[in-house]
């Protein structure tokens, strides 16, 4: 499964981005979709991942309340709704895919777990 992100771009403190994830064909439901994260000078940090199964999802303390993560099953891709958005939130931002052995694997934060990156989008938020 190759993973396409896009949506990234220039936001104030306060205000709200949509970013997309395109997959290259319909992920079978064995697949976990996700976001993470990287501030210059920082690690890769989890944002939030989805079960293509059952829509089940996880997200980062950071995050939760303020972004929203999502299925498109029309379309294959995966949406990170991001409101009130803050300046610790710029960085760039990577779409990832798990492939997994079973219906109900645990949905995870832990970077190893991801097999399929994208190319970042990049999400600056000014103050």
């Known amino acids: 499964v190759q993973l396409q992100a896009s949506g990234g771009g220039l936001v104030q403190a306060g205000g709200s981005l949509r970013l997309s994830c395109a997959t290259s064909g319909r992920p079978s439901n064995k697949y976990h979709v996700g976001w993470f994260r990287q501030a210059p000078g920082k690690e890769r940090e989890f944002v939030a991942v989805?079960?293509?199964?059952?829509?089940?999802?996880y997200y980062a303390d950071s995050v939760n309340g303020r972004f929203t993560i999502s299925k498109n099953s029309a379309k294959n891709t995966v949406d990170l709704q991001m409101t009130n958005l803050k300046p610790e939130d710029t960085a760039l931002y990577y779409c990832?895919?798990?492939?997994?052995?079973?219906?109900?694997?645990?949905?995870?934060?832990?970077?190893?777990?991801?097999?399929?990156w994208g190319q970042g989008t990049l999400v600056t938020v000014s103050s």
């Open positions: 990832v895919g798990r492939p997994t052995a079973s219906f109900r694997v645990t949905l995870t934060k832990d970077v190893k777990a991801f097999r399929h």
């Open positions: 989805i079960r293509w199964f059952d829509d089940d999802t």
